[in-house]
């Protein structure tokens, strides 16, 4: 059974930055996307990490959020630097056979860290 667990999250002044990690066990993994979703808000792609390593990023983090990973821990990281107050949701990240902005072509989620940045 393939479980995929964040850490990381917690609460940040704006212009702060924040780590947060991604082990999956159970299986090694392909592709990671991370997503966010605010109060209210559809779940959207935050960015994500082929297996080669090749990055790619929302227009809304690229030149703040960089992603990188571990295989030898099985662990993504998605370092957050120059936070604003609108990064605030909940992170995910998930596992899929490619990078993808789509939701449902991921086929493992975690459950989610808290990320808040306050101005």
């Known amino acids: 059974q393939v479980q995929l667990e964040e850490s990381g999250g917690g609460l940040v002044q704006a212009g702060g930055s924040l780590r947060l990690s991604c082990v999956a066990s159970?299986?090694?993994?392909?592709?990671m996307g991370w997503f966010r979703q605010a109060p209210g808000k559809e779940r959207e792609f935050v960015g994500g990490i082929s297996w080669s390593g090749s990055t790619y990023f929302a227009d809304s983090v690229k030149g703040r959020f960089t992603i990188s990973r571990d295989n030898a821990k099985n662990t993504v990281y998605l370092q957050m630097n120059s936070l604003k107050p609108e990064d605030t949701a909940v992170y995910y990240c998930a596992i899929g056979r490619r990078v993808s902005t789509v939701r449902d072509e991921y086929d493992y989620w975690g459950q989610g860290t808290q990320v808040t940045v306050s101005s």
């Open positions: 159970g299986r090694t993994f392909g592709s």
